[in-house]
C-alpha cells in the first residue's frame, strides 16, 4: 500500500484564487511528520510546511496552510491567492516516527499550473 | 541563510565509471541523506548518516553505493560502477530537527 498518495496528478488555478491540492497518508505510528515541498522546473526541492501528529493547529507559513485531517488521515496544501511563481510540482512526505534520522517517504506529487 | 550545497550541478559518465556527488550540509545540523528521483517520478529515500555512520539504507542502496563524511564539512555519495539506471537527480538533504529536512539543489546525473 502506499504510504502518500496524492490523487491529483495535475492541478489548475486562476491567478490570486486559492488551491487545495490533497494528500492522504497511511501509517501505525502515533509519532509522525507531513510535510510539503515544491519542486520548480528548475529541480530543486522548497521546503513549504510542517506539521506533526501531535500538533493540534494546523500549520502556517505565509500564504501556505496544511489542513491536518488526523482522523480521515489527510494533509493537504492550502495555497491562498495563487501567484505565477507557484506554478511547480508539489510533493508531500512523510516522516514516520520521532527520530531526527527517520528518512522521508514521498508521494507522487501534483503539477500545479497557476494562469494569469 | 543557510543552505545544502551540491556539486557538480551536472554530471555525465559511461557506463561503468565511478561517481563521486558531493555535499556540503547546513553547519549546525547532525543528520544527512541522500535521496534520488529518477526523471518524472517521486522522490526516493537511499540512505541516512548520523554520528558517522549509516542509520537507515534502502533497497536501492546496494553494494555498488558507499557514503563518507570524510573531513566534517563534507558529505560525499560514491556510485563505484555506474549504471544506465543509476540516471537520476541525487539530493542531499540534512536537518538538526524532525520538523523538517533541508534540500540541496540537486546534481543531475547522467549515465551513458
Known amino acids: 500500500a502506499q504510504k502518500i498518495t496524492q490523487t491529483q496528478p495535475g492541478m489548475f488555478v486562476q491567478e490570486k484564487e486559492a488551491v487545495t491540492l490533497d494528500c492522504t497518508y497511511d501509517t501505525s505510528d502515533q509519532s509522525y511528520g507531513l510535510f510539503w515541498y515544491k519542486q520548480p522546473s528548475s529541480g530543486e526541492m522548497i521546503f513549504l510546511i510542517y506539521q506533526g501528529s501531535y500538533d493540534e493547529q494546523n500549520a502556517t507559513e505565509g500564504r501556505y496552510s496544511l489542513n491536518f485531517q488526523k482522523a480521515r488521515k489527510s494533509a493537504n496544501l492550502v495555497i491562498s491567492a495563487s501567484q505565477l511563481g507557484d506554478s511547480a510540482m508539489y510533493f508531500c512526505?512523510?516522516?514516520?516516527?520521532?527520530?531526527?534520522?527517520?528518512?522521508?517517504?514521498f508521494g507522487k506529487g501534483t503539477m500545479l499550473l497557476v494562469s494569469p | 541563510e543557510p543552505e545544502v550545497t551540491q556539486t557538480p550541478s551536472h554530471q555525465v559518465t559511461q557506463m561503468g565509471q565511478e561517481v563521486i556527488l558531493r555535499c556540503v550540509p547546513i553547519?549546525?545540523?547532525?543528520?544527512f541523506y541522500w535521496y534520488r528521483q529518477i526523471l518524472g517520478q517521486k522522490v526516493e529515500f537511499l540512505v541516512s548518516?548520523?554520528?558517522?555512520?549509516?542509520?537507515?539504507k534502502s533497497e536501492i542502496f546496494d553494494d555498488q553505493f558507499s557514503v563518507e563524511r570524510p573531513d566534517g564539512s563534507n558529505f560525499t555519495l560514491k556510485i563505484r560502477s555506474t549504471k544506465l539506471e543509476d540516471s537520476a537527480m541525487y539530493f542531499c538533504?540534512?536537518?538538526?530537527?524532525?520538523?523538517?529536512?533541508?534540500f540541496g539543489p540537486g546534481t543531475r546525473l547522467l549515465v551513458l
Open positions: 553547519s549546525n545540523h547532525l543528520y
Open positions: 548518516f548520523y554520528n558517522n555512520e549509516i542509520s537507515e
Open positions: 512526505a512523510m516522516r514516520e516516527g520521532n527520530s531526527g534520522y527517520s528518512t522521508l517517504t
Open positions: 538533504a540534512s536537518t538538526w530537527m524532525v520538523e523538517t529536512q533541508y
